[in-house]
């Protein structure tokens, strides 16, 4: 086939799995014969793995990571085991993927929604502050914030921690588009209170199913989530506090360690396709993403913002090359939650706004020299 003819995908997840093929079904075949299919060795390997993984380089304290069944537990787990709840406010963005305010409904909390700062696409810390200082009338007291590393790029995580700290208010980083992705040399996720990665199949580091994993440099918040993940057992069959079920199933566990030791890799290689595109853009009227100073981007997605976004999108498919848009519509104003959920004092109007410009390029690591030429030589031609 030659390069006129190849569509590239925006995503392509089938090759990531026939690229590690022989390791995936080995690992796969190991766990179905072991006779132990939940919360066993696979999974207590795997936590002890990547909680290593985190605390490697930089100057990360010792993480601890408990294992659950999607990145949206993930969250709901860290709130719940750090006490948060009914009469309880969590601030967040509404420019994220919709699980990240679910997961604060889930344990009976009331989310706050922040605008973000139009240039990183992350949560606004001047909004954050004003929030914290006089908190909207009407709220529960502020308990948590949770920054979303969107995209693959840090918040500004120093802005953050300071009021937060200050206040008493716990700092959960939403890391389910950010694996590997660092912040002044240290790994994101080990940057504050505690930490959920979504691991669901998209993601940089993906399941083939559903799982997710949170991190916490406290073992013993780390303890108390492993125990609500189950019935809130913290020995079998006895029931210490009132838990939830979210274990993580052994099959995706044992995947997810022949996956791990890639990362770096799959990472470096988006960041390649990154530049690529960098270039490609170069002339054309739109800006590049942004990268914030002692921020090392993993580029879950290579986001555009595009005026005339309908029109891009179709000439781009014409080409060849399919794109998406992270998120079409802001948390805020779906018909789930708008007119019912609280915003910041600037009303989100940066996020609408995102919300109606962004568009989401290929990117995946098996991307191929000649997917990536194609790619970008239709950028040339917008
Ligand atoms: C994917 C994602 C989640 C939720 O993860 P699931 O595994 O789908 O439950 C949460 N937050 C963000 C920012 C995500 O991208």
Redesign the pocket.
């Known amino acids: 086939m030659n390069a006129q003819d190849i569509t590239v995908p925006q995503a392509d997840l089938g090759a990531a799995y026939r690229a590690q093929k022989d390791a995936i079904d080995a690992a796969v075949s190991r766990v179905l014969n072991s006779g132990w299919y939940i919360l066993g060795q696979e999974g207590a390997a795997f936590e002890a793995e990547y909680a290593a993984w985190l605390a490697a380089g930089g100057d990360a304290p010792a993480m601890h990571a408990v294992g659950c069944a999607?990145?949206?537990?993930?969250?709901a787990l860290v709130l719940r085991g750090l006490g948060i709840g009914p009469g309880c406010t969590v601030a967040t963005v509404s420019h994220?993927?919709v699980?990240?305010v679910a997961?604060i409904e889930m344990t009976g909390a009331t989310p706050l929604l922040i605008d973000i700062d139009p240039k990183t696409f992350c949560i606004d810390p001047a909004e954050l502050l004003e929030a914290i200082r006089n908190p909207p009338p009407g709220l529960p007291p502020i308990r948590a914030v949770i920054p979303?590393?969107?995209y693959g790029h840090a918040c500004d995580m120093d802005a953050i921690l300071g009021p937060c700290r200050e206040a008493g208010i716990a700092v959960v980083e939403?890391v389910?588009?950010a694996h590997g992705g660092r912040l002044n040399g240290r790994m994101l996720g080990t940057i504050g209170d505690a930490a959920?990665f979504?691991?669901?199949p998209?993601?940089n580091l993906g399941a083939l199913g559903?799982?997710?994993i949170t991190a916490t440099p406290d073992a013993q918040l780390a303890k108390r989530m492993s125990a609500i993940r189950q019935y809130g057992w913290h020995k079998r069959y006895i029931s210490d506090e009132v838990g939830v079920n979210t274990r993580l199933d052994e099959i995706q566990a044992a995947i997810l360690r022949v996956r791990l030791p890639l990362l770096d890799q799959g990472n470096a290689r988006r960041r390649e396709i990154a530049a690529a595109y960098d270039a490609a853009l170069a002339n054309s009227p739109f800006a590049v993403p942004y990268r914030a100073p002692g921020v090392e981007h993993v580029f879950?997605q290579y986001v555009v913002r595009v005026p005339n976004r309908e029109a891009v999108m179709e000439r781009l498919r014409a080409l060849g090359v399919m794109t998406a848009i992270h998120y079409p519509v802001p948390v805020h104003e779906q018909g789930a939650y708008t007119g019912r959920v609280a915003t910041g004092p600037s009303g989100c109007v940066e996020t609408s706004r995102a919300a109606r410009e962004v568009m989401s390029l290929p990117v995946f690591p098996e991307m191929t020299d000649a997917q990536l030429e194609k790619v970008c030589s239709a950028l040339r031609m917008l």
């Open positions: 999607n990145g949206t537990d993930a969250i994220t993927a699980a990240t997961a979303v590393h969107i939403d389910a588009q959920a979504s691991l669901y998209t993601k559903d799982a997710g879950h």
